[in-house]
């Protein structure tokens, strides 16, 4: 292949990436990055590109000294700044692609911020995005699995070679008589990924179709931007259905498309930074849970559980660790909260002359309490449960605990961190849903008002 043609491919790729000028190039010293680095170089007084070469030596391998040696020796020819990178293998090797993975990453996260490098361009080829998507279909990926390995990720990481085979590469730097680094690894035959390189995709070249790698990575092209525009779908369906973020209305979600359930719950779960890893089968348990197949709670990886009350899914903590964090806001009259951690807004109406018809409303609504507006001590709070808190139910002798009333009501746990209390300094005047206290209660002498009322928050 001419070298003008992976050329012209880099550089339309760029053309479709975010404008960059300051660009890292990781560079580990095979062929794909070499290909890489060179376009780059040749590419960059055109494109006014400042290069930066990024080099990660896991100092797993014998080679990788002489690696790092050759990618020194190409960024002093062309004059080139290089970064490297020396890690410390962890002692169990059980993981270790994941680990180096997650090095790389983390270094290239780190340099990109130290140098101030607008982005890291990466080496990936059409044959890695091929090797990806026949993998992920042999492990039963879904669609989102299937879509691949995307151009650009977070905005700061780009692959301008996903549109070049590895053979266009090989004929780039044979042509252009560039050094390069071979792997032995690479045809270890141990690894899953090498068998589908060097047997099971020649395979199915030879016996099948000789255009499957181009087939495969147009699939995940397709599958990408299909997925882009499911998951802007489930974005908006998400708002619909979640009362809070630890909450979701069962009747919401089942106003949605089926097709979206799964997305919906997914993208609920990843909210919660305490949830790990959510797989298949923890959102095929979610699914039947929701619809009423299994019953009771399930464990979600991390330290979360999913229990169903009525007719909705709440994220509750392990070992009755609250979710959302403890809140406290100063409600003075005529104001709106909105509580956006818990889902709930508080209102407090100013001060009005007393009516019975404001009694006989709050009776017939346990969202609504009235306070006498005399005595009524200030400040006035509405915050969230907090151990040991109690209340004098109105009407009753001595107090009790707020905890127990929830626990005798049956008020699931992650619901309790998340109901507002309205309370003063000394105590907790009310309970909203549940019990009314003995603070500023309704006498035969009060003549002025305030009335407090609670409700989720209103559907975005």
Known sequence: MPPQRLLTKVNAA????PPARHLGVAVSGGPDSVALLSALVTLAAKRGLCLTVLHVNHALRQEAEQE???????????QIPCVVELLSPPPARSGIESWARTERYQFFQTARKCYRLDAVALAHTLDDQTETVLFRLLRGSARRGLAGIPPTREGWIIRPLLGCTRAEVMDYVTSEHLPFAIDASNADLHY?????????LPFLEREFSPQLRHHLAALAEILR???AWLESLATAAR???????AVISLDRLAAEPVALHARILRQWLAQCEKVRDVGFHHLQSLLALSTGHIRGKIEISGQVNVRRTGRRLLLEAKLAESLVSSYCYPLSAGQQLLIAEAGWQVSMSG????????QQACLTNPWQAIFDAGVLPAPVVVRSLRPGDRIHPLGMKGRKKVQGIF???KVPVAQRRLLPLIATDEEVAWVPGYVRGEVAKVTSTTRWVYQIEVNPLPEK
């Open 14 to 17: 760029l053309d479709r990436f």
């Open 239 to 245: 708002e619909r259905v979640q009362e809070s973020p």
């Open 225 to 227: 931007e299909e997925e």
């Open 351 to 358: 001060q009005a002359a007393w009516q019975g018809a404001l």
């Open 407 to 409: 626990i005798d009501a």
């Open 68 to 78: 790092q040696h050759l990618v020194e020796s190409l960024c002093r020819d062309w």
């Open 192 to 200: 899953t990924r090498n068998k589908i390189r060097h047997v099971l």
